[in-house]
């Protein structure tokens, strides 16, 4: 068992992916974000799938996971 985890920016564009996090027997999961550096000011979604034997048996909704990523303060 484990996740797919993958981040895309607002253009819909694959900005970072793992599909080998291992699978937890708690609820909660936490993965340290491993990709390249977010644009400021950028809007991204987050999305999760749950494996097992290869194929997905869970994963979020498309409407969550949307996130923004505050521009920087001069």
Do not use: K
């Not at 909660?28 to 048996?57: H, K, T």
Request: charged residues 15%.
């Amino acid at each position: 068992d484990n996740y797919h985890i993958v981040v895309y920016n607002a253009y819909g564009e694959l900005v970072w992916e793992d599909d080998a996090v291992p699978g937890v027997s708690s609820g909660d999961v936490v993965v340290p974000y491993a990709g390249p550096e977010l644009v400021p000011g950028m809007y991204y979604q987050f999305r999760a799938w749950s494996m097992r034997n290869g194929g997905a048996i869970s994963t979020t909704e498309d409407l969550l996971g949307v996130f923004y990523t505050e521009p920087l303060v001069q």
